[in-house]
């Protein structure tokens, strides 16, 4: 079983709509979760940091987490052709500890 | 906005030979790391370094590879005898103790071994 699991996608939506990404992990113990976005060639960005189960907003994000399903998933809400990356889902088990990120889900936003 | 910052942005270099990967973290973070990223597959942990000292690596990190914070400012990656499967993009990223201790990377450095 993959430490974090992402499907690959490509996930394709219309200009406007909502985007939806999911991921899971192995670790209970996991502590801190994150989405990152990365465009082809370029390194992670940070979109969202999410630590306790529920919703998070920023803008046009919302993240979600349900530890007990040990699940977390990324909303894009008004998707723009700018949004076209890959996000890939990364979680930690303890401060200062190291990332494990999932493969990554693509993400093309047609205008 | 402070940044990490990498260089070279690319490397290229012969089978066998050394090569110093350099990284200035954000100024007041306390927490740093190397991740690489082969082309087309998943970012992978390679080691983190906090309080002058290794605080974990992974298998990848094999004797071939070391890491430095020689002052200051700098963290370095080096990697003794390059193999054709070290090339691949290595990212530096440093956090800070508080606020949830993101990790922020730098641009990255292309390794390219012939």
């Known amino acids: 079983q993959k430490e974090v699991e992402q499907n690959s996608g490509p996930l394709s939506v219309p200009e406007g709509a909502i985007a939806s990404l999911n991921c899971t992990y192995s670790?209970?113990?996991?502590?801190?979760f994150f989405w990152y976005r990365q465009y082809s060639g370029k390194s992670p960005e940070l979109i969202m940091s999410?630590?306790?189960?529920g919703d998070k907003e920023d803008g046009r994000f919302t993240a979600q987490l349900n530890k007990a399903s040990q699940y977390v998933s990324l909303l894009i809400r008004d998707s723009q052709p700018s949004d076209s990356a890959t996000y890939l889902c990364?979680?930690?088990?303890?401060?200062?500890?190291?990332?494990?990120f999932g493969q990554g889900t693509e993400l093309s936003v047609k205008p | 906005e402070p940044e990490v910052t990498q260089t070279p942005s690319h490397q290229v270099t012969q089978m066998g030979q050394e090569v110093i990967l350099r990284c200035v973290p954000i100024s007041n973070h306390l927490y740093f790391y190397w991740y690489r990223q082969i082309l087309g597959q998943k970012v992978e942990f390679l080691v983190s370094?906090?309080?002058?000292?290794?605080?974990?690596k992974s298998e990848i990190f094999d004797d071939q590879f070391s890491v430095e914070r020689p002052d200051g400012s700098n963290f370095t990656l080096k990697i003794r005898s390059t193999k054709l499967e070290d090339s691949a993009m290595y990212f530096c990223a440093s956090a800070q103790r508080e606020g949830g201790n993101i990790q922020y990377f730098g641009a990255g450095t292309r390794l390219s071994v012939l």
């Open positions: 999410i630590y306790s189960n």
């Open positions: 990364a979680v930690n088990r303890v401060q200062g500890g190291k990332l494990i």
């Open positions: 670790d209970r113990g996991s502590q801190s």
């Open positions: 370094f906090y309080n002058n000292e290794i605080s974990e």
